[in-house]
């Protein structure tokens, strides 16, 4: 079984240096690995990573990139929101919830949501997208 968590922890002086490595080294992972359900957890690892790391106006673009790219691989799998991704979408809403003042994320996921309607996605597909937004 492969290990895949990063986590900076600690107080540090200048993390900013040390976000960066892990983002790139988070990048690259999720380039090279095969397979749609372990490409979806290392898209949502870097994901809630970047999202930690805060609204970072240099951040947006990353942070929106992959928000397509988890929904797009979620989408993808017949279990993309149930059994263990359904934990894994529960990371992504409580991540993206304080992003949704951003107009394109929020555009992004309001899409998603529609999608998730109008294909007549699973129950667990639409709990996600209510529990990112209620009322939605």
């Not at 490409?39 to 951040?59: H, N, R, S, Y």
């Not at 990371?91 to 996921?109: N, Q, S, T």
Request: proline share 4%; glycine share 8%.
């Amino acid at each position: 079984r492969h290990t895949r968590y990063i986590s900076v922890t600690g107080v540090q002086t200048c993390a900013l240096p040390i976000y960066q490595a892990a983002l790139a080294w988070a990048a690259k992972a999720r380039a090279s690995v095969k397979g749609r359900a372990s490409k979806l957890q290392w898209i949502v690892d870097d994901l809630v990573m970047t999202a930690k790391i805060g609204k970072a106006p240099a951040e947006t673009p990353r942070l929106e990139g992959l928000v397509k790219d988890y929904y797009d691989t979620a989408f993808s799998l017949p279990d993309g929101f149930k059994g263990r991704n359904a934990t894994r979408a529960k990371k992504v809403a409580a991540e993206l919830k304080p992003w949704l003042d951003k107009g394109r994320i929020k555009k992004m996921v309001e899409t998603y949501a529609e999608r998730c309607h109008k294909e007549g996605k699973s129950a667990a597909c639409g709990k996600h997208f209510a529990a990112l937004m209620p009322g939605v």
